[in-house]
């Protein structure tokens, strides 16, 4: 009911498009899931984002830096290869902008994706994994497939491609947004920050933002076991669980460019128990990456970060590996 001197103004709360909805997720203690350990894990919801992952920031930055900067042209078709998140975060920053967008997925990645990537008008080019590949296991091996699929697509529809392995607008979203809102929301100068890499845009992004309030903060590489090549140790199991990152791929440009303080290896089943765990006991349904980076939160706690504050990032909805047996 409207009392007196009361205005209704539509304007006053709206966003404009759900691209605004981005970002600003919560920052929650994870008290339940770390009370055995001494110290706190802060986990930032990122699975709240419009497309249900971390990966709608970089989307949204790599393309608005890209109309700035004028790589990308009214209307022009846009080319991405993604593993569903990326992809997600595009088709729906591309459908509120305009521009028609492709997505370029090895088949191994969960079919979901690839729905809801359809759903929101993107066109999705599937490609088959290398032989021996299992499907839920995309391997390095599988991306290069990807990525000659990628570079076929772009020149031939003469398309911007986003390019997330080398755009600055990836690190730019996790240094300008992700970093400085984990510093207003925990109050106090953070410990350690670790997060399961991919590209390392998120990894790179948040310990530069980071270490700027804090010199100190210590910022740690996660790894699938047996594919962790950042750390120095040979690829012995390409193909693992924890989909999203993880592809051996030791050159990669964002975590070269930072300081690395340490590497943490997390097996696909330390991975689910730690996903399973935050759901029963956080109410916090995120996927396999999200559980690598508890896990790995909870080694830190467990060793040279006892007694401290690690933050981590929950990278995906839990709703993405329904196919999965990620669930039971
Ligand atoms: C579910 C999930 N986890 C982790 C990552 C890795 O993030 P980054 O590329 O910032 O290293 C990704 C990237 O696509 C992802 O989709």
Known sequence: MLHAGMTISARDHCLESAVEAIGDTPLVDLRRFAAHLEGRILAKLEYLNPGFSKKDRIARQMIEDAEQDGTLH??????ELTSGNTGTGLALVCAVKGYPFVAVMSRGNS??????MAALGAEVVLVDQLPGSP?????????????RETVRLVAERKAFRADQFRHQGNFRAHYLHTGPEILRQSGKPIDAFCDFVGTGGTFAGCAAALREANPTTRCYVVEPEG????????????????QGGGYAMPDLLFPQAVRIDGFIAVSDEEAIAAARRLARLEGVFAGFSSGANVAAATKLLEGPCRGQTVVTMLND???KYLSTDLWG
Do not use: F, K, W, Y
Request: hydrophobic content about 40%; some cysteine.
């Open 135 to 147: 499907p839920g296991q995309v391997s390095g091996g599988d991306l290069e497939r990807v990525d």
């Open 317 to 319: 909805s839990g709703l």
């Open 111 to 116: 079919p979901e994706r690839a729905c809801m």
């Open 227 to 242: 594919a962790a090549v950042l750390a120095g140790l040979p690829l012995v199991r390409p193909n693992h669980r924890i």
């Open 74 to 79: 009214p209307g022009q078709t846009v080319v």
